[in-house]
């Protein structure tokens, strides 16, 4: 993974500050509305997530789970510093999230004219993400049994996985109906989510991707430390759903 930076003249406090005197600004100036003559919400119209259980596959056929999870593992290696991907479910949050909304492509715009875009653009193919994991998931497992005599991906040793996905991502390993590279790209992309996504959604498990990076999670409030740059933060991170250790036990 790379990271790109980028320079901000205004710290963050600076930008905090300037759009509360902007916000605050258009209200005194009397630019303030309504809408409908009342408030532009109503109490209990959110819609928060709804916590992942455990239980089967709800997207993924069991072969496919099969590969996912191997391929996860290789993304996102276990070692010496957190789990792989494997043990911190991440196929089981990209599985999640393809029997939701993000499957069906709610939320993205998937009509036509479709052409090829580039990577500052947003969603850019006619087929959901739901069928484009069906049919690259099959012609994968195609290609990789006629490579090595049968054997599914989950069965290779980590090297030949490691190889498999290498030629999808630089293009040299070729689909059938199916851009490999494009297929990668979506593998990684929701790997990635799942790495950094609150736990409640299935993956991150036990908070593995907030603890390695050192991300303190959803706690309440920052205030003492918006200053203190370059400081490991001490405390461990919490989910949306709180932590396992602060339940009450009987």
Known sequence: MSNRG??????RRSL???????????VTSGSARTFSGAM????????????VRPGPWMFFTADEAALMEAAVDRLI???DRGPGGKDAGWAIFIDRQLAGPYGHAAGLYARPPFMQGVATQGYQLPDSPAARY??????????????FGGKPF???????????????????IVLKDVKGAAFFTLLLQDTQQGFFADPIYGGNRDMAGWKLVGFPGARYDYRDWVDRHN?????????IMGRSDWTVKD
Request: proline share 15%; hydrophobic share 35%.
């Open 6 to 11: 980028f320079e901000a003249k205004l710290s």
């Open 16 to 26: 905090l500050y300037s759009s509360a005197t902007f916000l605050l600004a258009g």
């Open 40 to 51: 532009p919400w109503s109490p209990g119209t959110a819609t928060p997530p709804r916590p």
């Open 77 to 79: 290696p276990p070692d």
């Open 134 to 147: 069906r049919a690259g998931l099959k012609a994968l497992a195609d290609q990789v049994k006629d490579a």
């Open 154 to 172: 989950h069965e290779l040793a980590p090297a030949d996985q490691d190889k498999v996905l290498t030629g999808l991502e630089d293009g040299s």
């Open 231 to 239: 400081e490991a933060y001490p405390l461990p991170p919490v989910s």
